[in-house]
């Protein structure tokens, strides 16, 4: 005889164990190929601004040779170098004159023979980079006029000063010529171009990848991408060089995600905090290092550029910074993850297995929950109808034919995805809920159903097109306000509820509901508005999150383990002692919360598949721990002074 068990609602358990069995199983196969892509791709690097290497070597009387490779030792992994514009140049960073060609030497000027406001290089002799630079600026710029004369070379640029302020004229020499010498990878930035530009500065970067094999990776910089709108000649430059294109995070640029798609799969997630960041947003340096470090074990970015403080000044910059890479190289150790220079990840699809897992999920949940809206309860309260052999099998031919259109047509993948992450939802928060008779069977019966829920959905979205986010699962806010919605409906439906929606309305409301509906409106819209808006942070919670992960490693979500465990343990003390029959509806609303973040966290496709399942046994039994910690406080404190002051309230 099957033992029944009430967290899943049912008498004949085994053909709804068998379902969510196979969901594992379906699930398991069809992530195979990213467990293995993450496994491979355990490896990030650092990047070092060449300037600023060059400015801390200089300030410590090294060269940029002994600086790089005492940073090399320390896990510095790359060196990024950029393309120069005219105010860079105008600002001295490379030892050569560039203005007006009257500010040329005599004898330059008057080789050229250039009007005085045409901008003009010249290359002393002094300069070793020169000659190299030479073919750059050629197919750089063409009808450019050269002038060799006793004291080296001078350029006259066919083009304005104004024109060439805040565009790419050549790439920082010396950098490339340090990065080829001794074998370090480049990320190269490509600055903007002039209008109608772009096949000249096009041209002249497949010399410079054909010249410079230490160019690993290259990124436009600016406000618009070189060549914006039609990105097709710099991406297939970058493809046929066989160099990758670094997608930056939370670039606003225009022109970014049409470069990635043209690049793909040649693509390395980069995260950087910019001078002018770290100033207007105040970062402090270990505000800066564990931002860095969650990048990489969160979100799976490749590759870090790392700047020195721009606020902080002490006896010796050049030894600071040094530890720092140091220190930083060690906290991703320490995490399993190598400080070396990365590889893109090789393409693949989860197929037909895993829209199956999908289908069968959203199938298995969507039925469930008509049933639970429609059908009569069984014999005890909360009971639904058990699965039977024919519902399994209605079960799995809608979940075939919907695995079919998942698979074919994008539109019913991107729909099913959003639904079954809703549904998901609903069910793991029903048998959460109804397992208040068996709270700890309850309680694990729902998080397993959780996360095989959400291993589905990963299934068949774990492609590196949703890993490296170039596409986004549009599920993620509707898991944040359908499921409240749909478990209301059926606890009023279900008489749950001691009311119907209708006896509600036909009577005079409480002074205690309405507080109690204003709380909860206000909550769910800072819930929504909060999702994925991180600058709304208070700072007192930035602080405990970085003190979650410094203790937990994987941090939970604050919804799981401070609002929706604790209030799913909340429930079920108010439940056995039948307390609160009008009000304790809001605990299992907030319950759901919880579980629509914890299926959130695998819609994360970004965020290795191991972190995630870390992250959620760290949410289950800290956010156990409050909520008996609540039952506590509920008992022995709230409780008496409710006795003694809260009746008034609902009178």
């Known amino acids: 005889m099957i033992k029944r068990l009430s967290a899943l609602g049912a008498r004949r358990l085994n053909m709804g164990l068998c379902l969510v069995l196979a969901i594992f199983i379906l699930s398991s ?63 001295g960073v490379l030892p050569v004159y560039y203005g007006p060609s009257s500010g040329l030497p005599s004898e330059a000027a008057k080789a050229l023979g250039a009007p005085p406001s045409a901008p003009a290089l010249f290359f002393p002799k002094s300069f070793p980079a020169g000659r190299e630079a030479l073919p750059f600026l050629t ?31 050549l790439p920082d020499m010396e950098g490339l010529l340090l990065a080829e010498e001794y074998q370090i990878p480049v990320f190269y930035r490509v600055a903007p171009g002039r209008m109608g530009d772009a096949s000249a500065a096009v041209s002249a970067l497949e010399g410079l990848l054909a010249e410079y094999q230490s160019v690993r990776v290259i990124a436009p910089s600016g406000e618009t991408a070189l060549g914006f709108p039609d990105l097709r ?35 390395l997630p980069l995260h950087s905090v910019t001078h002018e960041e770290l100033l207007s947003r105040n970062i402090s340096r270990p505000a800066l290092y564990e931002r860095l470090l969650r990048a990489v074990k969160e979100r799976s970015v490749r590759l870090l550029v790392f700047r020195p403080t721009a606020m902080e000044y002490g006896a010796d910059p050049y030894g600071v910074f040094l530890s720092e890479v140091r220190a930083l190289a060690a906290g991703m150790a320490a995490h399993g993850i190598t400080p070396s220079w990365p590889a893109p990840y090789e393409p693949w699809r989860t197929g037909v297995v895993g829209a199956a897992a999908l289908a069968l999920a959203f199938v298995h949940s969507a039925l469930r929950y008509l049933q639970r809206l429609f059908l009569p309860r069984g014999t005890q309260e909360g ?20 695995a079919l259109a998942v698979r074919f ?70 898991t944040l306000f359908l499921p409240p919605v749909l478990v209301l409906l059926a606890d009023l439906r279900r ?53 979650l992960e410094r203790v937990l490693v994987a941090r939970p979500r604050n919804k799981e383990i401070f609002l929706g465990y604790p209030a799913l343990l909340l429930w079920y003390y108010v439940r056995k002692a039948d307390m609160w029959p009008r009000y304790r509806e809001a605990l299992r ?34 956010g156990v721990l409050i909520g008996m910690a609540a039952i506590i406080f509920l008992r022995f404190v709230f409780l008496p002074l409710w006795e003694r002051y809260g009746r008034m309230m609902t009178e």
Not at 142 to 158: Q, R, Y
Not at 383 to 402: F, K, N, R, Y
């Open 495 to 547: 008489r749950e509820h001691p009311e119907s929606l209708g006896e509600i309305f036909r009577r005079p409301p409480l002074w205690g509901e309405l507080f109690l509906i204003g709380a909860l409106l206000v909550g769910a819209g800072l819930v929504l508005f909060r999702s994925d808006n991180v600058q709304f942070v208070p700072a007192f919670e930035v602080k405990m999150r970085e003190f």
């Open 233 to 267: 000649p710099l991406a297939d430059a970058v493809r046929k060089a066989g160099r990758s294109v670094a997608a930056v995070e939370f670039s606003r640029q225009l022109g970014a995600v049409q470069l990635n798609w043209q690049a793909y799969p040649s693509l």
């Open 409 to 478: 047509f994008p539109f019913a993948a991107r729909v099913t995805g959003a639904l079954a992450a809703v549904f998901v939802v609903v069910e793991a928060s029903c048998l959460a809920l109804d397992g208040w008779r068996k709270p700890w069977a309850g309680l694990v019966g729902s998080f397993l159903f959780a996360v095989a829920g959400g291993l589905a959905i990963a299934a068949y979205f774990s492609d590196p097109v949703y890993m490296l986010r170039l596409r986004a699962f549009s599920g993620v806010k509707a």
């Open 383 to 402: 009971d639904i109808h058990p699965i039977t052999g024919g519902s399994v099998l209605v079960i799995g031919a809608a979940a075939v034919v919907l």
């Open 29 to 91: 196969l069809a992530l195979l190929p990213r467990i293995r892509a993450e496994r491979a791709s355990r490896t990030a690097g650092i990047l070092l601004d060449f300037r600023d290497v060059a400015s801390l070597a200089s300030s410590s009387g090294r060269g940029a040779e002994e600086a790089w490779q005492e940073f090399d030792e320390a896990g510095a992994s790359g060196l990024m170098v950029s393309e120069l514009t005219g105010e860079q140049l105008s600002l």
């Open 139 to 169: 197919a750089r710029f063409p009808g450019l006029k050269t002038a060799p004369v006793a004291g080296g070379i001078a350029i006259s640029l066919p083009a304005s000063l104004e024109e060439l302020l805040f565009t790419g004229i």
């Open 589 to 622: 609303l907030a319950a759901v919360l919880g579980f629509s973040s914890a299926v959130n966290s695998f819609c994360h496709f970004h965020t290795p598949l191991f972190f995630i399942l870390f992250r959620q046994f760290n949410g289950l039994w800290t």
